[in-house]
C-alpha cells in the first residue's frame, strides 16, 4: 500500500475561468505543483491561478503548454505516452504523485472520448488511488456518478481503469511526471 500525502485537491468544475468542464489537466498539474511546492499556489482555487499561467504557452488539453506552465512554478514536468502500470507505482514508490490520462466515456471494456485527467496518489494493490478533479467516475460504465464532489482520494480498480489508461494495448498510457527543478 503506497499513499502520498497529497492534500490539495482541486476541483475543475468551480473554476471561475469559463474553462471549467475542460480543465481537468491543468486542475491536475496544479495539485502535483502544491504538493511538491506547498507555497508556489495560494487560496482553494489557485488551479485558476495557474490555468493563467498554462495559457500563455498554448491551450489547456496541450502537454507543451503543461510543462512550460511547470516549470515557470519551479517543477520540471514530463510527458509520456508509453505508461505501463509498472511505471505508474514506480512513481509512487518514489513519492511522487502522477498526472495520468484516460478515455472516460463509454464502458471500461471499449473506452471512448476525447481523454480525461487525474492525479494518481496511491495504490492499495487491487485499486488506484485518485484526486478525480471532476468527480467520481464509473470506471465500469464510464460517465460521472458525482461531478464536482466525490473526487478527492477516490478508489478506482485497476482492472477498469487500466482498460481506459492503456487503450492502445500495453504500454501505451499516457502520464506525466513531477520533479521539483
Known sequence: MVLLPVKQYYAQTDSATGHGGRMCFSSTCAMAIKYLLPDALKGSNADDTYLKTVLKYGDT????????????YGILATFYTTGTKQKLLFELQQGYPVATG???????TAPTGGGHYMLLIGDDGAKGIFHDPYGELDNTNGGYVKVGAG???????????????????PGTGWFMTFRKQ
Do not use: F
Open 61 to 72: 488539453t496541450q502537454a507543451t503548454a503543461q510543462i512550460k506552465a511547470c516549470a515557470q
Open 102 to 108: 484516460i478515455l472516460h466515456h463509454g464502458p471500461a
Open 151 to 169: 473526487g478527492m482520494s477516490v478508489r478506482y480498480s485497476w482492472a477498469n481503469w487500466l482498460k481506459r489508461w492503456e487503450v492502445d494495448g
